[in-house]
């Protein structure tokens, strides 16, 4: 079994907590992107890098509100905080 296969697995044995996932998205998700928006704009970063972090952010949050499934919000969290923390680490170093 591949690793996406074992992750998506257990994406999908918490289906029970949907609104509880798709809360902490969206407040953690937000959260990293505004730290890492922060980051950024404090480093005079160029643009493609302060709309790669708002088009993750708002991508994981409309996932979210609009119900998508659950794989597709969790998944596209992932992809936001792992935008983020890129991006945090970038302007850092």
Do not use: E
Request: hydrophobic fraction near 55%.
């Amino acid at each position: 079994m591949s690793t996406l296969s074992r992750i998506n697995s257990k994406i999908d044995q918490l289906q029970f907590s949907y609104y509880g996932i798709m809360s902490v998205t969206l407040m953690a998700g937000s959260y990293v992107a505004s730290v890492a928006l922060i980051v950024i704009l404090m480093n005079n970063a160029p643009t493609w890098q302060i709309a790669l972090i708002s088009c993750t952010a708002m991508g994981s949050n409309a996932a979210a509100i609009s119900h998508a499934p659950l794989r597709w919000v969790v998944w596209s969290f992932i992809t936001n905080i792992l935008a983020s923390l890129f991006l945090i680490l970038i302007s850092l170093f």
